[in-house]
């Protein structure tokens, strides 16, 4: 069974372009998290979805963020117009199904760095 | 908003001894508390969950107690090894409100030394 993927694990992009992120969570699980974690910093909610909802969204910054979880397909997290202080490791985490509060499985990560 | 505070210095022990890590909440007791483990370069390991209800969990060398009287939570690894180096992690979920993000702590780094 195979662990949540992210990709690309490295990412490096100028500023004013766009950063595209990628999660597949693990086969089963239906819940998908986002999470930052800048140098030195303890991990920073972000964003919480379900295929094809955005359920919460209150860790998100207002602005060039975006997320995404379609039917088909991985989930998405989207960058526009990079900064350099959007330089930091992208973690995405997912969890099964069902009421109860689960523990998360988390991905390798995706680095960004703006330059 | 739910505050969490982990030492932020290095925890620095001898093999074979038991290191005990302290996570202190502030704000309202959570349903679940959780440990994760990373290391350098990679994503968060889950490692252990605890309820309110619950006062210690035990996990092989591993164990966990929550005193939601003090808002705190202590991480014990006994018998520690080497290879038991890392940085560890506190998390509180708010499920219990509708809300299934964890918030972190930043963490405790542990060195065990052979």
């Known amino acids: 069974n195979a662990g949540v993927m992210q990709n690309p694990r490295h990412l490096v992009r100028r500023r004013g372009q766009e950063a595209r992120l990628r999660c597949s969570p693990m086969?089963?699980?239906?819940?998908v998290y986002w999470y930052r974690q800048l140098p030195e910093e303890g991990l920073k909610f972000m964003v919480y979805?379900?295929?094809?909802?955005?359920?919460?969204e209150s860790g998100m910054p207002k602005e060039r963020f975006s997320a995404e979880f379609p039917k088909e397909g991985p989930s998405i997290l989207r960058i526009q117009q990079v900064v350099r202080g959007d330089s930091a490791a992208y973690f995405c985490?997912?969890?099964?199904?069902?009421?109860?509060?689960?523990?998360?499985?988390f991905g390798p990560g995706t680095r960004l760095t703006v330059t | 908003s739910q505050k969490i505070e982990q030492n932020s210095e290095a925890l620095n022990i001898q093999e074979g001894k038991t290191a005990t890590l302290t996570c202190n909440y502030t704000?309202?007791?959570?349903?679940?508390l959780q440990w994760y483990r990373q290391d350098p370069g990679r994503g968060p390991v889950f490692l252990l969950l605890i309820r309110e209800n619950e006062k210690e969990k035990r996990k092989e060398r591993l164990k966990v107690t929550f005193d939601t009287t003090l808002k705190q939570s202590l991480f014990h690894i006994t018998a520690s090894q080497p290879a038991d180096s890392a940085t560890y992690l506190c998390?509180?979920?708010?499920?219990?409100?509708?809300?299934?993000?964890?918030?972190f702590g930043s963490g405790t780094r542990l060195q065990v030394q052979p």
């Open positions: 086969k089963g699980h239906s819940h």
């Open positions: 985490a997912s969890s099964p199904p069902g009421g109860a509060s689960y523990e998360q499985y």
């Open positions: 704000n309202y007791s959570p349903a679940y």
């Open positions: 998390a509180l979920d708010q499920w219990d409100t509708g809300r299934r993000a964890l918030t």
């Open positions: 979805l379900q295929k094809e909802n955005i359920i919460d």
